[in-house]
């Protein structure tokens, strides 16, 4: 596995302050974990980009900070997602020694028989796998191919995925990844056609007008009298 390493300083500015940091094109964050004490740390906003944007949940950053190096996990980035920048990263330090839990991102593949023969769509279940296992065998991403869903009603779960042998899955094994299912059909509304409506309300009122007519006024027998 290459060894990705960022470079990190430590950081005063704090709270509001870190605006400033943002204008000048840095990056503020902090480092906490195995060993350090909770450190607000800066970093060049580029060049984390360039390397933040390569990795996983599950990728291993050496944060070299001024000079030493720790292994740590990306646990949290805060983003400005209308401007398409970071704000903030969360470095968790870890021990290379000692096994960790970490969520796997899940990475559908292929093409589903049942989609092209059936006219299937595919719904996503799971996106990400929490597993556990020493830093070093942390995969960064499991691939699953949705070509062994053949017919109607197939599904893929979490007890049919392969992983490495030194990785335990946390996650429920009847966790659906994606299952194949039958289009929706179209409900088409029959219409009644207003002529038909007018002829079958019409003659109702030409009866309630007969009706009305052989209703004498008032007064009029006695008139004719």
Do not use: C
């Amino acid at each position: 596995m290459e060894k990705v390493v960022l470079k990190a300083n430590k950081r005063s500015l704090t709270g509001k302050q870190v605006k400033t940091l943002r204008r000048a094109g840095q990056l503020p964050g902090v480092l906490y974990g195995h060993g350090v004490k909770p450190t607000p740390i800066v970093m060049d906003a580029h060049d984390a980009k360039l390397t933040l944007g390569r990795s996983t949940s599950s990728s291993l950053i050496t944060l070299n900070l001024e000079g030493k190096e720790y292994p740590t996990l990306v646990r949290e980035k805060q983003r400005d997602f209308i401007k398409n920048y970071l704000l903030h990263v969360d470095f968790q330090v870890i021990s290379m020694t000692e096994k960790i839990r970490a969520h796997i991102s899940i990475e559908l593949t292929g093409a589903s028989p049942a989609v092209n023969d059936f006219n299937a769509i595919i719904v996503t279940g799971l996106n990400e796998l929490e597993v556990e296992s020493l830093p070093n065998d942390l995969p960064e991403r499991i691939v699953v191919d949705i070509a062994s869903l053949v017919n109607i009603g197939e599904g893929i779960h979490v007890r049919d995925l392969t992983v490495p042998d030194k990785v335990k899955v946390l996650d429920d094994p009847d966790e659906m990844i994606a299952f194949a299912t039958a289009p929706k059909e179209e409900v088409i509304e029959e219409v009644v056609p207003e002529v038909a409506v007018e002829e079958m309300v019409e003659p109702e009122l030409i009866e309630k007008g007969k009706k009305e007519e052989e209703v004498p006024e008032e007064g009029a027998e006695e008139e004719k009298k």
